[in-house]
């Protein structure tokens, strides 16, 4: 397996990256534990938590698995802050009051003396962002967090971010992680030109569109079994995302896959994987089975004519179900 630099940052990490969204619920803390080591067993380096994950579980039982497995050291641990985490005005955002604190209790919930790349889940339009950058600076220069980055963001405030650091001399975002699936190209258009001009690393949400280029779901029928739309309902951010057309190019997806002796989610994860400017899309397996499926990937490749074939299904920079309604700044929606 060839493993790729974190942005310009020189660091190593796998191709895929073990997301930990489902850790706590609804993936039991045994059960993760497994998954856990299982990616590890299969090449991953680089796994993703957040503090809002279950209320913090998810990195508690990120925290125990690392010490269980004594792989501390092997993993590049990344994890996010911004969301809400208490009752008071001050439990949320991207203020130097909320990160410092928010640092603290996911250092504790981690079991680590350090993070090694940490996140703002999203922005916070009100706030200047030299009071977050300042206050990641010092979270570096104390050596609680390696690297920075961000999540979800426009590529405007990407590149204000990067000027921001560039005039003050101080840490830089190395990486941002968006939504990005065969679904919602739309990154393409900015943030993946930015990105690669600028050297840094993009690591996708979401790259089997939460199941829907699985196959999981037929806009006739109900949420199946178990699924996330089961769990968030269809009012939901997700339950908005599951489109009558979405689920139209997942069914054109499927003898594409079939002919390639793949399943659908490899299908959609590799051609995520080998997307130009891409460094590590991040999965977030329920089941052992999910990830079992994701690690084939692997060590595949992505063919030109398999790239042209799913440009037809969905043109580049274009989409057909909306994975940017979880954040305040996209006006843009798909109409179906």
Sequence with gaps: MTYR?????????????????????????????????????????????????????????????????????????????????????????????????????????????????????????????????????????????????????PAWMVMEALMISERLGIARYISEQPPYNLLDRRIENELVPLARRYGMALLPWSPLAGGILAGRYNDSEGAPEGSRLERSGGESPFGQRVSRRGVEVARALAPLAQQRGLTQSQFALLWCKDQPGVTSPIIGPRTMEQLDDALQVLEMRLADQDRARLDELVGPGNAVSDFHNSNNWMRARIAE
């Design 5 to 153: 630099n974190l942005g310009r940052t020189g660091v190593q990490v796998s191709p895929i990256c073990l997301g930990a969204m489902n850790f706590g619920g609804p993936t039991s803390e045994q059960d993760s534990v497994r998954i856990v080591d299982a990616a590890v067993d299969g090449g991953i380096n680089f796994i993703d938590t957040a503090n809002v994950y279950n209320a913090g579980e998810s990195e508690r039982i990120v925290g125990q698995a690392l010490k269980q497995n004594g792989r501390r050291d092997q993993v590049v641990l990344a994890t996010k802050a911004h969301g809400v985490m208490g009752p008071g005005p001050n439990d949320q955002g991207n203020s130097r009051y909320h990160l410092m604190r928010a640092c603290e209790d996911s250092l504790r919930r981690l079991g680590t003396d350090h993070i090694d790349l940490y996140q703002i889940h999203r922005p916070s339009l009100e706030i200047p962002q030299d009071e977050t950058l300042r206050a990641l600076d010092d979270l570096v220069r104390s050596g609680k967090v390696r690297y920075i980055g961000c999540s979800t963001h």
